[in-house]
């Protein structure tokens, strides 16, 4: 089993930066992606950003040029970091990582969450 706990959401101005982190614990070495998704007030939980264990990684178009996804596989961490915060950035943001058990399942855990708040 795997683990996830977020920090470093809050309250920022607009054009203001926010860094998030996640922990992972448990099972880690089977951990292959790791991801942020984020859900607003009345809309879906979408993807942000992922990265698998490569340096390769994935942005969710809106958010191209203002974010940074990052990982440290030593501390089983994985980092989101936006610039230029908007309002419509404003959601609960959810770790997510894509992982497999002793059986070869493949399998995915999520955190609680931490709200990012923009305000204009």
């Known amino acids: 089993q795997v683990q996830l706990v977020e920090s470093g959401g809050g309250l920022v101005q607009a054009g203001g930066t926010l860094r998030l982190s996640c922990a992972a614990s448990?099972?880690?070495?089977?951990?292959?992606?790791m991801g942020w998704y984020r859900q607003a007030p009345g809309k879906r939980r979408e993807l942000v950003a992922d990265?698998?264990?490569?340096?390769?990684?994935y942005y969710e178009e809106s958010v191209k040029g203002r974010c940074t996804i990052s990982r440290d596989n030593a501390k089983n961490m994985v980092y989101l970091q936006m610039t230029s915060l908007k309002p419509e950035d404003t959601a609960v943001y959810y770790c997510?990582?894509?992982?497999?058990?002793?059986?070869?399942?493949?399998?995915?855990?999520w955190g609680q969450g931490t709200q990012v708040t923009v305000s204009s």
């Open positions: 448990g099972s880690t070495s089977s951990i292959s992606v």
């Open positions: 990265m698998p264990s490569g340096n390769s990684a």
């Open positions: 997510h990582v894509r992982y497999y058990s002793e059986f070869a399942e493949r399998l995915d855990a």
